[in-house]
């Protein structure tokens, strides 16, 4: 099969296109040799006229002439336009074949009386030039040559017959266009429907139109669609019961801690509780069991990061801000501050020092979180950030939580048109970087 350079870059309107205009152009070119081809060596009339009237003239004066004469007369007869020549005997005419008929139709069309006087005609190339020779007979049966002095005019390819011949082309190009686009047009409405599709969010069923085979793909869509958020809805409602049945054991057990005596045993089990409502709460963030999805909303994002960073100071923990005072973005509040407080946790866990560095470069809003710990092998920096993965033996294996934190930051970034990267500092440490585009 022949692969066409710009057809795996056309979409479907534009292969429907392309195959319509190569089929008017290939029906366009083919009718356009044939009509040229059949009229190629036709004459316009008043030239067969003229030579028809030549003829009559020709073979009247130099049949009329005593034989002595005649080749005088045929010589008397030549004009600029015509060559005359009498002979006693049938000259040849040139080999390479009769001229269409066309051309003998319309001189005897002008003159009858040629039809029974022996006429034949052929064409004779003379340089770059090709015109009309033929014999005919006179009633003594001798015989005189002519022959045309200016070209056969043939119909070729003037410039304004093609344009003509176009203009009806590009109409029904167009019109084919016009009709192709609106058959198309459910598929455009499919395509921006499955690109705005966010899980959890609530659009309308399409309205199923267009042709048969369309009609099923959008049946198809809002069928899947409905099952979608079927799915969705039950497993938020799961969720959310599964998160309540937790949290209420957990709120009695550390109610009932109060009752240990032992200071160490008390701090022990209360860390244990601590632990299993951040796994719970991670994972109903990551699984979106909370609630319904947060709108975008303008954030300063400068004061968000700087009162992450207070709050944790406030525990006692190393935490600084470093960056503007003011910095608004549009973005899901609750969702961003809870990724960069994944971001902060899980530095000051394995590390003594975080700083949450803000700047803004050509639109771009950067939000780097930097940490002194041991950092991550290099080969395992895409790999943290998938869900349930836990590098125990280069992060301490007294780690909480089933490792959904940086999934939680990637997947919260990634719903802003952003996304997460990390790397490790040169000086030693964690940078985890959070771009949002401009």
């Not at 049949?63 to 005997?89: I, K, N, Q």
């Not at 406030?314 to 960056?323: E, K």
């Amino acid at each position: 099969m022949i692969r066409l350079p710009l057809w795996p870059a056309l979409g479907l309107i534009g292969r429907l296109v392309a195959i319509l205009l190569f089929a008017l152009a290939l029906e366009f070119v083919a009718s356009t040799l044939l009509y040229e081809r059949a009229s190629e060596f036709s004459v316009r009339d008043d030239e067969a006229r003229r030579l028809a009237e030549h003829l009559v003239i020709v073979r009247r004066l130099v049949g009329e002439s005593t034989p002595a004469r005649r080749a005088e007369m045929a010589d008397e007869l030549t004009t600029d336009r015509y060559v005359v020549r009498w002979s006693g005997e049938q000259p040849p005419l040139p080999a390479n074949g009769p001229a269409p008929d066309q051309i003998r139709q319309q001189v005897l069309a002008w003159e009858p009386g040629l039809q029974h006087k022996r006429l034949r005609l052929a064409l004779l190339s003379v340089g770059p030039k090709t015109v009309i020779t033929g014999v005919m007979q006179l009633p003594d049966a001798s015989w005189v040559y002519f022959r045309t002095r200016d070209p056969v005019k043939s119909a070729g390819f003037p410039i304004e017959r093609i344009v003509a011949a176009l203009i009806p082309v590009l109409a029904v190009m167009l019109l084919g266009g016009l009709l192709i686009r609106r058959t198309l047009q459910p598929i455009r409405v499919l395509t921006d429907a499955v690109e705005g599709y966010r899980p959890g969010t609530a659009l309308p069923s399409l309205d199923e139109e267009g042709p048969a085979e369309i009609r099923r793909l959008i049946a198809a869509f809002n069928a899947m669609q409905a099952r979608i958020r079927r799915l969705i809805d039950e497993r938020t409602r799961a969720l959310a019961a599964v998160g309540h049945d937790l949290r209420t054991p957990l709120a009695r057990l550390r109610l009932r801690t109060d009752a240990i005596v032992e200071p160490a045993l008390r701090d022990e089990v209360a860390a244990d509780i601590e632990g299993m409502e951040a796994m719970v709460n991670s994972l109903l963030a990551f699984l979106g069991g909370e609630a319904e999805p947060e709108l975008p909303r303008r954030v300063d994002l400068a004061v968000l990061c700087a009162s992450v960073a207070d709050d944790a100071s406030d525990h006692g923990l190393s935490v600084a801000y470093q960056g503007p005072s003011h910095l608004e973005r549009l973005v899901r509040a609750s969702s961003f501050r809870r990724a960069v407080v994944n971001l902060v946790d899980n530095g000051v866990h394995y590390g003594q020092s975080v700083t949450v560095r803000l700047e803004q470069v050509d639109g771009a809003v950067h939000l780097h979180v930097e940490d002194d710990g041991p950092g991550i092998p290099e080969e395992s920096l895409t790999l943290v950030l998938e869900p349930f993965v836990r590098l125990d033996t280069a992060r301490g294996r007294d780690t909480a939580g089933f490792g959904l934190g940086l999934s939680i930051v990637a997947r919260a970034i990634a719903d802003e048109g952003g996304h997460l990267r990390l790397a490790n500092r040169e000086s030693g440490g964690l940078r985890a970087t959070l771009t949002l585009p401009g």
